[in-house]
């Protein structure tokens, strides 16, 4: 089965920035949505920000303005961008794909990678 692998998390002082990439194991067909989520100690995981088959990026008002969501259509990829990074921006980050319905399955999730913003 295919698996989604993350990479680029870590420590970073405030105001920092960082890049996390996720790729799958295998080429993913019809992935019709890419998305980054987050979770941090205590709280339920939430969305950060999402990109569409065509391109089209939506961001949570917490990040808006400071990360940006791309994708990469030749290593079937989806990458965030993390800007003046904040420590509430400390969180596992998950990398979710999701093809249309008639795929079984057709929801994957990354392992997760830690992001830790602290001076």
């Known amino acids: 089965q295919v698996q989604l692998v993350e990479s680029g998390g870590g420590l970073v002082q405030p105001g920092g920035s960082l890049t996390l990439s996720c790729v799958p194991t295998?080429?993913?067909?019809?992935?019709?949505?890419m998305g980054w989520y987050r979770q941090a100690p205590g709280k339920q995981r939430e969305l950060v920000a999402t990109?569409?088959?065509?391109?089209?990026?939506t961001y949570a008002d917490s990040v808006q303005g400071r990360f940006a969501i791309s994708k990469d259509n030749m290593r079937n990829a989806v990458n965030l961008q993390m800007s003046n990074l904040e420590p509430e921006d400390t969180a596992v980050y998950y990398c979710?794909?999701?093809?249309?319905?008639?795929?079984?399955?057709?929801?994957?999730w990354g392992q997760g990678t830690q992001v830790t913003v602290s001076s």
């Open positions: 979710n794909y999701k093809q249309p319905s008639y795929y079984s399955p057709n929801d994957y």
């Open positions: 295998e080429t993913m067909l019809e992935v019709k949505l």
């Open positions: 990109i569409t088959a065509r391109g089209t990026a």
